[in-house]
């Protein structure tokens, strides 16, 4: 088992800054891709960005729509995962959600709240 715990997330008017943390119970990137994914209220989960496993490379991948302004990256010897959100925009309000992944074994945090609003 695999337990995640976000933080970071609260409320930062247009154009600012928050950065997400995903604290992961024990040692897993070596094997585990993370992730870091969105809902708003109404509409589906989406993938925001995620990053492969250490043995997979660790290469980035970012949804269109946060390209440029959000970046994934994590810090092997404290287990976390980070999201640095720059130039936020009021559609990126949502409840943000870490997510760990490797073959049949999904791990998902509880998520934290970010709200964009002047």
């Known amino acids: 088992q695999v337990q995640l715990v976000e933080s970071g997330g609260g409320l930062v008017q247009p154009g600012g800054s928050l950065r997400l943390s995903c604290a992961a119970s024990?040692?897993?990137?070596?094997?585990?891709?993370m992730g870091w994914y969105r809902q708003a209220p109404g509409k589906q989960r989406e993938l925001v960005a995620d990053i492969t496993s250490i043995i997979s490379g660790g290469s980035t991948n970012y949804a269109d729509s946060v390209k440029g302004r959000f970046t994934i990256s994590r810090d092997n010897a404290k287990n976390t995962v980070y999201l640095q959100m720059n130039s936020l925009k009021p559609e990126d309000t949502a409840v943000y959600y870490c997510?760990?992944?490797?073959?049949?074994?999904?791990?998902w945090g509880q998520g934290t709240q970010v709200t964009v609003s002047s």
């Open positions: 024990r040692s897993i990137f070596s094997l585990y891709a």
């Open positions: 997510n760990a992944n490797f073959r049949r074994d999904n791990y």
